[in-house]
Each structure stands twice: as structure tokens, then as C-alpha cells.
């Protein structure tokens, strides 16, 4: 049971007339805590604690210096813990958290009301711009809406023939073609929304093509409305913090740019 929740359900339980013992052998935690939950409304709400010295002392130039390479991104504190591992560091990763929240502002997440499709009908397919200009990098990424399992590729470009030679590798992974396909306003992709009435969307003809091909019907998410592909949305970030971050940083502290090449070897172990 959650903080929040287990709070909630002590103070409940009180109004209804149960005593500390009788709500603790409910809940399953001691009077003491009970005793503490139903003394102070704030109990429940999280609070860091204070940073501690020993273990991580060791490390704080080292984490400050990561921190600096990637920002403005945020490095996420488990690649931060895998790499002070292979330094030596034998702590918890709950020291290493209350030190990062200390260091940084947590960010409020918005609501987010969960949208569930079935197995086999539907993929979420977005670009992640990596680097823009001559030496462009992005990456394909599609994720399957029941199983969130996903597929990605770095590519030079966006372009038509680049994009369906993706689909094709992500359908030949995922063993299969989902009944639908949903995007945002790509625009090799779609040319013009409603163009024939409202959800009735003037798709690229060579997309279109290829979409009956294949057997796929594809859709579009509303304008502004990122939550609607959430699911993508989702695992870009992932791929950002845990995939790229840590790889780019590494790789700008030697001097070095990250190309298809370097990232394909690696880009597997992400999507086992």
C-alpha cells in the first residue's frame, strides 16, 4: 500500500470508531505509526532526508561533474548509480536519490487519465529529434499500446522512404502489423487534417500506400494533445535519460560526437 493511501485509510478507520491497536492489526503497520498518521496531516507527504556523508562524500565531485554534462537534461539517478558502482561505491540507491532531489527541483507530473487498447490494435510511432543541422540524428521509435514493448533506430533523416523502412523493421520485430497506427501531424504522413470533414485527413499518398499495404489503418493524435500518444511520449523519455544522456556525456567529455554508428551496438540492450 502506498503512503498516501495506507494515510488515508488510518484516518478513515478512526472515524469510524477503531482504536490504534485495532487499526494497526488492520492495516498491518505499528500503533506507533498509526499513532503518528492520525497526530500530523502532513505525515504522509514525502520529505527527503538529510543529506548524509560516508559512502557518497566520496562521489559528490563526480555526480556534480555529471550533472554539469548533461544539463540542461536531467541524468536519471539508476544510470547515476550504475556508473558510481563501477566506481566503487557500495551505498544504497535511496542516499543517492535524497541527494539528487536536494540538488534539483521535483517536478509535479499532471494527471494523466490511462487509455488501455488490446493486444494486436494499435502502435504509437513518433521521432525523437536527437541533433538537428547537417549531422542530423533522430530516432524512430514505436511502442506497442498492450504490451509497451518497443522498437527503435537511429536515422540521418525523416524522410518518406526512411520512415516506412522503420515500420517495416518494427513490424518484422514485433512479429506482426497492429490493426492501427497512431502518429501525430507528420508530415510524411499527413498533408492536411479534416481535409474532407471532420476526422477524415488527407494522409501522404505514398504513406497511404503503404498503409494498405501492410494492413494497417493509420490515426492521429489531436493537436497538442501529447497524452494521447502517451505511451510513446513515455518511452522517448526513457530513451533520453537512461539511453542517450549518459551515452552523449560520455562521449562529448572525450570529444567525441555520437553517430548511428556508435549508437546502433548499444541501442539493442535498450529495447530487450
Known sequence: MLVGEMALEIRLLAKRGKGLRAIAREIGVSRNTVRRYLRDDDADRYRPRPRRSGKLAAFDDYIAKRLAEAAPDRLAGTVLLRELRERGYTGGYTILKDHLMLRRPLAVAA?????????????QVDWAVIRRGADRLSVFVATLG????AYIEFVGDERLETLLSCHEHAFLTFGGVPREVLYDNMRTVVQERDRYGHGQHRFQAGFLDFARHCGFRPRLCRPYRAQSKGKVERFIRYMRGNFWLPLASRMAAEGLVVDT????PRRRALVA
Open 146 to 149: 498492450w504490451s509497451r514493448a
Open 261 to 264: 554508428a556508435a549508437a546502433e
Open 111 to 123: 494527471p494523466v487519465v490511462r487509455f488501455e487498447t488490446a493486444p494486436g490494435e494499435q502502435m
